[in-house]
């Protein structure tokens, strides 16, 4: 009987002694990330409720000068359009990418290196470059020119959106197609196989084999993009500076100009607002792909 008992302890104790090690492992970790993320969250949150001192409580103060602010409107609204733009069009074209790369097997690690190389240059690289094509005396202003047209800034007209979502992609379309390709790797090719002997083509085997079971990589690669689009405020910003043209002013510009004018409420609220929409849309993302799961 007392042998019995001390097998039975034996793996309870082994399965205690693992849970304090794997505690005493993600400690600094979870120490870090309290101290450094969550501790300075839950401090935004509860400024938002309070003056520019944070002294005095003001409800929902905040809130309503920021709603009632047409420059939050703005940036809010061109914030909303870039990411409505821009991200349908990097998933579509760097799913395209991927699955035209998938059937060079052999190619594929070069075409790896070359596509990760927009990640690896430096933001300040990359502010040279777009200076030299969009100035007004760039390289696409002389190229209008040569066709009889007349040359201007690019970056402070209404074609400054453009530009930048065309920043985007070219940065993030190489790095998302990598992820593509990583979950195009993990099929397991005897379905493919067996919707070939069944008559499939290809077109019936992509819609009914290979995007249901590129769900949980549809869902990493869009999370992972919508965070990289409010990254694009650093090419944008070292480009045409505090105030750019109105068509390219994110919410990024107004919280920078929040903070040199020291408006900490107004961050704090705007903060608050814009993490819970993105909360709330890594919600939507993740139940609509449990329901396919």
């Known amino acids: 009987m007392t042998r019995k008992l001390t097998s039975i302890r034996r793996p309870k104790l082994q399965i205690r002694s693992n849970a304090i090690k794997a505690w005493l492992f993600l400690l600094p970790s979870l120490i870090g990330v309290a101290v450094f993320v969550l501790v300075p969250f839950l401090d935004t949150l509860r400024r938002a409720f309070m003056d520019a001192m944070a002294t005095r409580f003001v409800g929902l103060a905040n809130y309503f000068t920021i709603f009632a602010s047409s420059s939050f409107k703005l940036a809010g609204l061109n914030t909303l359009k870039f990411i409505g733009i821009c991200i349908p069009m990097l998933l579509i074209i760097s799913l395209v990418l991927s699955l035209l790369l998938n059937e060079l097997r ?7 290196t070359i596509f990760l190389f927009p990640m690896a240059v430096p933001i300040a690289s990359i502010v040279l470059l777009w200076r030299v094509m969009f100035h007004q005396q760039g390289i696409l202003s002389q190229v209008v020119l040569a066709f009889g047209g007349q040359p201007k800034d690019w970056m402070n007209s209404s074609a400054a959106f453009a530009v930048l979502v065309f920043s985007y992609l070219w940065k993030n379309v190489g790095y998302d197609t990598i992820l593509w390709m990583s979950g ?3 099929l397991n090719p005897s379905m493919y196989e067996a919707a070939q002997i069944d008559g499939a083509g290809k077109i019936k085997q992509f819609f009914f084999i290979t995007l249901p079971n590129l769900m949980p ?3 990493t ?3 992972i993009s919508l965070l990289n689009s409010f990254k694009v405020f650093r ?6 500076g505090d105030y750019p043209h109105e068509s390219i002013f994110m919410l990024q510009h107004l919280f920078n100009n929040w903070f040199a004018a020291l408006d900490v409420e107004k961050m ?3 903060a608050s607002v814009l993490a819970a929409l993105i909360f709330l849309v890594i919600l939507v993302l993740k139940r609509s792909w449990e329901k396919e799961v």
Request: charged residues 15%; hydrophobic residues 45%.
């Open 184 to 186: 195009l790797s993990g």
């Open 221 to 223: 690669i869009t999370v």
């Open 235 to 240: 090419e944008a910003y070292l480009i045409s």
């Open 106 to 112: 052999e190619k594929n690690a070069y075409f790896k």
């Open 217 to 219: 990589t549809f869902f």
């Open 268 to 270: 704090c609220a705007g």
